[in-house]
């Protein structure tokens, strides 16, 4: 009989065990089927973001729209399988939810796809971006740069080399004037040639049509610009290899002032095409061993400046440039003549340093101006005499002109020659600004140009230079309220929500990011300079402090002192890069389309009632809505194996009142065989180090007892509170692998939850933080969540509190960041416990707070009130 039971006793055991390690199996296959699900979704909401950054674009440059839109179909039907592999087909009605998406999607992409081409024909300064510099030209690309740091510079827009090349193309022009350029480049004796070959061009290029599509994108441009006072504009060159340090192209392409009227902008446009084939232009690409067939010009249309006075400014004395000194020239009228030399000018040497209040000066007489003509064009007039040997400009206006020279130098990082205009009102304008060539020693005025150096140091995520005020940035909070004009954000993390509000920097610098962030995915994509990997960038650089951040050589520099108050009188609103209503009357309906089923989010309560999968209309909210429930998903998932498969569980043995059960996915134990109860030594799961490292902690109140006189009413309320996401009774667990921890507690009276990654890769490391309940009052343990919820927001973490639960999330992190924040976690779950008994009014989340950020964790000097009727009424 002993035999039998033995026998029956053993087979029960061998069922158990095999039951028991199919769980762990099936769990094991859960864990990395959502990992896998976690980095899909990363992807997804890039690919979502390039998307929406596609379709935001005023533009309308939406090359490789339909394969990005392809692999975001392809991700998000991986996302739901995920989810539905995870969860046993809990939501299986998602497949065909996403295939409704998918060919809604797909209906409206040809026409989109059809009608992006290959660029726009005409793009505003304002819209111009880092990767679509090449289309408009040195000349446009420069202007528009200074027009983002609030440089005042005249609206206008760009006639693009695509548009440009469109033309010829479309009047049979390319193959001529290529034979005939061609002939030029093999023929030594070419100049015998030029001004025939010059002169066949050029009648050729006046001769041209416009199609209607150039037609009709110029026309609206130039309506959009003109506005309804149907301004003056002028009609400049702005090619690929214009105004550039090696070749400015200084003078050799065509300019007309002062145009009128469209038919003017159209025949304005064509002169200034047919430049790029003058006999000046090609002689000067001829000796610079530049290709002669490049067709790279754009043509640049800009308000003109009626100006009292004009001129060029040398931010170095080119002729003493030892002096310390910079050069300004000044004529009468529009600064057109000062430009070609044609009459003497005003010269004016102010210094680049101290103000002077008698600037050395040459001043000579001023016979006549040039000025726009009232029909169009310019002619010249005749200076009064009472105002010929009158100096053009005070010693106010020139110290103002010499703030905004030192501050493009300063953003460009090199001496400039800079155009400018001065109105009737006393309004400075920069026409243009170029690097000029400059043979200078190691001191004085060439490492004024430099700056001081800040900070060096990080990784460049995104190239470039920009100039702007520093805000210095720890949390989401710190991103409300920013001021308009240039502002380099300062972070101490790579804040997701900080892509939000990218238009209103000029630069970024973060000490914690990392080049494949989702922040610096933005930068990229929006051409804004960024700096990330810095370190310390947040304790060594000042709030409000003036610099230049050169992203290229990973260094931040003073901004010049004396240029500051230059820079806050042009300061102006940075213009937003989102879609305005009335930009959106003038889309496709396919493009509203599109947009809506694709990035419009209308899940944004991950805690409210219409957080549903029927709420679902867009990828974006598949996708929200399908990372949410695996993550719930897994928070649940350790629940239904606990009884059986307690053979795979394990209970850290430890000295707190702490206590959870551990499953090992892989990697996060010592490899061999382990007893029921495991020590910390025998843990190799890297955040659950962290936490438990916090945990224990001297001085936490694990031990602490609830207060006697609510100890009935705690236990009461929250023995029988069975409505809870975890009700009491329910086992703590811990899901582990080497880098990974699912953490499900209720401890005494509250709920906590810990999902986390901590590995080597920044960019997949995260943690996600969950605090619900009490066994006090509904106002106590509201007052315990606004107390975990200040410390989360001062230790980085993205916080929503709804009453009694408090959610906390931070992302994109250094390995070595997310163990110190687990640490501050395990701290933070042994000084709160109990502590909603402790919250008798509105000041003691501040105070403990305090109190736990300044590692008080006995509380010592420090004795709440204990209001007991207080607590009794509430």
């Known amino acids: 009989m002993l ?53 935001k674009r005023k533009n309308r440059f939406w090359q490789d729209l339909g394969n990005e839109t392809d692999e975001l179909i392809g991700i998000s039907y991986e996302l ?97 004037v290529r034979q005939r350029l061609r002939k030029l480049e093999v023929d030594e004796h070419f100049l015998r040639e030029l001004e025939e070959i010059v002169r066949e061009i050029r009648e050729m290029i006046l001769s041209g049509k416009l199609t209607i ?60 095409l047919a430049s790029n084939f003058n006999a000046r232009s090609i002689i000067y690409r001829f000796h610079a061993g530049l290709p002669l067939t490049d067709f790279d010009m754009a043509v640049l249309c800009q308000i003109i400046i009626k100006a009292r006075t004009g001129g060029v400014l040398f931010t170095v004395n080119p002729a003493a440039r030892e002096s310390e000194r910079m ?33 050395p000066a040459e001043i000579v007489e001023k016979a006549f101006k040039e000025v726009c003509s009232p029909g169009g064009g310019v002619h010249r007039e005749e200076v009064p005499p009472e105002e010929r040997f009158k100096p053009l400009l005070s010693g106010e206006e020139i110290h103002r002109l010499a703030d905004l020279g030192l501050i493009i130098e300063s953003f460009a990082g090199k001496p400039q020659d800079i155009e400018w205009a001065l109105t009737e009102e006393g309004m400075i304008y920069i026409l243009q600004s170029r690097p000029f060539k400059l ?20 990784v460049a995520s995104s190239s470039g230079r920009s100039i702007g005020k520093t805000k210095i940035i720890h949390s989401s909070k710190d991103l409300e309220g920013l001021e308009s004009g240039p502002v380099i954000a300062v972070l101490d993390q790579s804040l997701v929500e900080a892509a939000r509000i990218m238009h209103y920097f000029s630069g970024i610098v973060v000490d914690k990011g990392n080049p494949a962030d989702h922040l610096s995915n933005v930068a990229r994509e929006y051409g804004i300079p960024m700096l990330t990997r810095t370190g310390k960038a947040t304790r060594i650089l000042e709030n409000d402090q003036w610099v230049v951040l050169d992203a290229d050589r990973s260094t931040i520099l003073k901004a010049p002192q004396e240029a500051l108050n230059g820079l806050q009188e042009t300061k102006a609103s940075i213009p937003s890069l989102e879609i305005s209503e009335e930009e959106v009357l003038f889309d496709p309906p396919q493009l509203q389309h599109l947009r809506e089923l694709i990035v419009r989010l ?71 065989r382990h007893n029921m109860k495991i020590n910390p030594e025998e843990i190799l799961s890297i955040p659950l180090l962290a936490l438990w490292k916090g945990a224990t902690t001297p001085g936490l109140r694990w031990n602490v007892p609830p207060p006697a006189p609510i100890l009935s009413g705690l236990f009461g309320r929250s023995l029988t509170d069975g409505r ?151």
């Open 80 to 176: 739901v399988d995920g989810l539905n592999r995870l969860s046993d087909n809990k939501y299986i009605q998602l497949y065909k939810l996403h295939k409704m998406l998918s060919e809604s999607i797909r209906k409206e992409l040809p026409e989109i796809s059809r009608k992006s081409g290959e660029g726009p024909y005409c793009l505003f300064l304002d819209e111009i971006m880092q990767d679509t510099k090449k289309m408009v030209g040195g000349k446009a690309a420069s202007l528009s740069d200074l027009r983002n740091i609030s440089i005042p510079v005249p609206n206008g827009f760009v006639i693009t080399v695509r548009a440009c090349q469109e033309f010829l193309r479309a009047n049979d022009l390319e193959k001529p």
């Open 602 to 672: 209308n899940l944004t309560d991950a805690y409210g009632p219409a957080f549903s999968k029927w709420e679902c209309r867009s990828l974006h909210d598949l996708i929200r809505y399908v990372h949410e429930m695996a993550v719930m998903t897994m928070f649940e998932a350790g629940d239904e194996v606990m009884e059986e498969a307690e053979k795979f569980i394990h209970r850290l043995d430890g000295q707190i009142n702490f206590h959870f059960l551990i499953i090992d996915m892989g990697g996060g134990l010592t490899p061999g």
């Open 3 to 55: 035999g039998l039971i033995r026998k029956y006793w053993g087979k029960y055991r061998a069922i158990k065990l095999e039951r028991a390690e199919e769980i762990i199996r099936g769990l094991k296959i859960r864990y990395h089927t959502f990992r896998i699900l976690l980095i899909n979704n990363d992807r997804a909401l890039k690919i979502l973001n390039e998307i929406d950054l596609r379709l």
């Open 439 to 458: 043979c200078l020693k190691r001191s004085g005025a060439a490492e004024t140009a430099q700056g001081e150096i800040l900070f060096q140091g990080g």
């Open 724 to 874: 809870s996401l975890r009700p009491a009774g329910n086992c703590n667990y811990a899901l582990i692998a080497k880098d990974y921890l699912n953490l499900n507690a209720r401890l005494e009276f509250h709920f906590t939850m810990i999902d986390t990654v901590c590995g080597w890769n920044p960019k997949d490391n995260y943690i996600r933080f969950r605090f619900k309940g009490g066994g006090t009052s509904q106002v106590q343990r509201e007052r315990r969540a606004k107390f975990i919820a200040e410390v989360l927001e001062v230790q980085d973490f993205f916080t929503d509190r709804r009453g009694d639960l408090v959610t906390g999330t931070i992302m994109e992190m250094l390995q070595s960041s997310v163990e110190e924040r687990l640490v501050m976690l395990g701290r933070l779950l042994g000084f709160s416990r109990l502590m909603d008994a402790m919250m008798h009014d509105d000041e003691s989340p501040q105070l403990l707070a305090r109190a736990f950020l300044d590692e008080n964790y006995t509380l010592e000097g420090i004795n709440p009130k204990q209001n007991q009727s207080k607590t009794a009424q509430e």
């Open 327 to 359: 050069l300004v020239s000044a004529v009468a009228g529009l600064g057109s003549l000062a430009v070609g030399g044609e009459v003497p000018a005003d010269l004016y040497h102010p210094p680049r340093s101290e103000k002077e209040t008698d600037i």
């Open 213 to 272: 599509e150039l037609e009709n994108a110029f026309r609206s441009a130039y309506i959009k610009l003109v506005g309804p006072q149907n301004e003056s504009i002028s009609v400049r060159s702005s090619a690929g290899v214009e105004d550039q340090a090696a070749h400015s192209f200084a003078g050799q392409f065509k300019t007309v002032l002062n145009v009128t009227s469209f038919e003017s902008l159209i025949e304005a446009f064509k002169e200034v």
